[in-house]
């Protein structure tokens, strides 16, 4: 049996996702700022799904930058947003447990000459809205949050963000990391007070290499890519209409049934949770279960190493994550862990299981009747 638990680091691609990039390879093949027929029909599927997202976020279509994923929406974000706004402050605010295409700009932009204050979170994972309000100031331009953590699933109050930063800070923007959030939540930007948002195609069932900012039409934000002007100049480039057009299927797709999809998701990280709760010296990480992300569940293993326990449920078909998938090789994947004042043997032990939909009950039940035969095996080996 196989059983993907992984859904965090990408998903599967929907056959009507597959289907649409095939077609828009092979058929509707024209480059959209042509202007004959072949570019017209080209321009029809960056319409149409710019109009979809922007339905399913209640803003303008106008308001959607296509990128090739979360981290350049990110970048753009970031980079975009504090080089547009640099004569009305110097101020950049971040947390402690954002994802290394937040961190590392908001890195550079430090060595570039901007002042960075660092948000601590609570042990839960989520941050720490007395200290953001404390860091927040007349000189700040830019905030910048997660909605859901990628490692343990913590759900940021973006709202309460949100108000916080336009009432102390009025000359300052903020973008939301919704990586992990969309497809899992509706998330109306206006609404929430969020300016800019990010958004990756493959965690939604979409198209590896695209993706998409949000970027509320009062805001200013520097283009980061320049050549041929296209998306009304904010990101040169040709269309990557393949991309584009499976992203606006997979976001249609995600959100029809959704209460009963996250529902579902819900259902398989409680039953998996208090599978774990049974087996000697595991701890659960995060939030409540029905308070934190529905497709997050993180488990520390005490005594047997992440890498040894990944691999050895690997072997039987089970495949899981130690961290995040973009950073967890460079193991700098504990950052979220030690930001949550975790001690290191727990740290070292902890695994992510992600799910999506497609993931069944019977998946489940597996995965507990294997780490049910080889946690013991695999504590007696470490101990010697």
């Given at each position: ?8 680091a ?43 997202l ?5 803003v ?20 975009g ?35 960075v ?22 000189d ?25 930063v336009?009432e ?9 990391d ?29 198209p590896?290499?695209?993706?998409f ?15 041929g002007?296209q ?20 976001a249609k ?33 995060g ?10 569940l ?27 998938a ?21 740290r ?37």
């Amino acid at each position: 049996m196989e059983a993907y638990f992984d859904n965090s680091a990408t998903t599967r691609c929907y056959k009507e996702v597959a289907d649409i990039v095939v077609k828009t390879m092979t058929e509707d093949f024209g480059n959209p700022s042509a202007m004959h027929l072949k570019g017209v029909e080209a321009e029809k599927y960056v319409r149409d799904s710019a109009q979809t997202l922007a339905r399913l976020l209640k803003v303008n279509e106008k308001e959607i930058i296509f990128t090739s994923g979360g981290t350049e929406s990110n970048n753009l974000a970031l980079f975009g947003g504090a080089e547009a706004n640099k004569r009305m402050g110097n101020h950049i605010i971040t947390t402690a447990v954002e994802h290394a295409a937040v961190g590392q700009p908001v890195e550079r932009l430090e060595q570039m000459g901007y002042e960075v204050t660092i948000v601590p979170v609570d042990e839960r994972g989520v941050v720490r809205l007395d200290a953001l309000e404390k860091a927040l100031r007349e000189d700040t331009i830019l905030v910048s949050t997660m909605y859901v953590n990628n490692e343990v699933g913590a759900v940021m109050p973006v709202e309460e963000i949100a108000r916080l930063v336009h009432e102390k800070s009025p000359k300052a923007f903020y973008h939301v990391d919704a990586i992990q959030a969309f497809g899992k939540y509706r998330i109306y930007p206006k609404k929430l007070g969020i300016d800019m948002l990010s958004v990756s195609s493959h965690k939604i069932h979409g198209p590896k290499g695209v993706g998409f900012l949000y970027i509320n039409d009062k805001v200013r934000v520097q283009p980061q890519i320049l050549g041929g002007g296209q998306q009304a100049g904010m990101r040169s480039g040709t269309d990557n209409v393949p991309g584009i057009a499976g992203l606006g299927v997979a976001a249609k797709m995600v959100y029809t049934d959704f209460e009963e999809k996250i529902k579902h998701m819900y259902q398989l990280k409680e039953h998996l949770a208090e599978g774990f709760l049974k087996l000697p010296d595991v701890r659960l990480n995060g939030m409540e279960l029905w308070e934190g992300a529905p497709q997050i569940l993180s488990a520390s293993f005490m005594g047997v190493r992440s890498e040894v326990l990944l691999h050895t449920l690997e072997d039987r078909g089970i495949y899981v994550s130690a961290g995040s998938a973009c950073s967890s090789h460079k193991r700098k994947a504990a950052g979220t862990l030690s930001a949550m004042g975790m001690e290191a043997a727990q740290r070292e032990s902890t695994l992510r299981f992600s799910f999506s939909e497609e993931n069944t009950f019977e998946e489940v039940d597996y995965c507990l009747e294997v780490l049910g035969q080889v946690l013991p095996m695999l504590r007696r080996y470490s101990r010697h």
